[in-house]
């Protein structure tokens, strides 16, 4: 052992470093995102990442797309300079950080790679709805039931907009679920609770219109699937 000094110890390092990053290996890491700590696994094998998965997160379920698609991009692209998810930036950071995190500590040397570009062939279609939170998702679903081709943009990798942060919900009156647990509700409270959270300089001929298709609007989006069981009366709320 007299034999062995630092250069050759150095080596012997380097060697077994580079055996280890042949054969691949997991590193685990984790950094904060915007409800908590994000933390993730990442395999890589001759200094290439593979694989990413997310072992533990509190993130908003509306989160998790944008997350699958920052994965994507690292693998793609081999780096974590990708961009961020618009609407969830502090969980597309924390979930870059934590990869970001366990690349260095596995001291592997990443080749990055440029981003494939998506050709768009010129389409036609009957209907375009620009924005996909919770109004152009409706219009969209109304207008193919009318029988319409349609075609939905959305700039953010997840879908959902305002309504996302509105947690999915909405206001409504008389509707039937306010009718089976025997809550008393009527559209004139609802239009006078409205005009008075806008002082007044709402446009009352829509205030009205949106109050009296209220109740057939939450059935409606029952019938598609959504659950709207769970009431709360809310700031500006009189029922």
Do not use: C, H
Not at 17 to 42: H, P, R
């Amino acid at each position: 052992m007299k034999f062995f000094n630092k250069k050759y110890i150095s080596l012997f390092t380097s060697l077994l470093l580079m055996t280890t990053l042949a054969q691949g290996k997991e590193f685990i890491s984790s950094a904060k995102g915007y409800n908590g700590d994000i933390k993730v696994k990442v395999d890589i094998v001759n200094n290439e990442v593979k694989n990413i998965s997310i072992l533990e997160e509190k993130e908003s379920d509306f989160t998790k797309d944008g997350m699958n698609s920052i994965i994507a991009d690292i693998i793609e692209t081999q780096s974590v300079k990708v961009d961020n998810v618009a609407g969830a930036t502090s969980t597309s950071v924390g979930l870059k950080r934590a990869v970001d995190r366990a690349i260095k500590e596995s001291k592997a040397k990443l080749t990055p790679k440029e981003k494939k570009v998506i050709v768009y062939n010129d389409v036609t279609t009957d209907v375009v709805i620009i924005g996909g939170g919770g109004a152009g998702l409706s219009a969209a679903i109304a207008a193919k039931d009318k029988g319409s081709n349609v075609i939905l943009v959305e700039k953010a990798a997840i879908l959902g907009g305002n309504t996302n942060y509105a947690t999915g919900g909405l206001n409504a009156a008389e509707t039937s679920i306010q009718k089976n647990k025997g809550i008393k509700d009527s559209v004139e409270i609802f239009i006078d609770d409205t005009m008075k959270g806008g002082k007044n300089t709402n446009n009352k001929t829509l205030v009205e219109k949106m109050a009296n298709s209220s109740a057939e609007i939450v059935d409606w989006l029952i019938e598609k699937g959504a659950d709207l069981t769970d009431l709360g009366r809310m700031g500006g709320q009189s029922v």
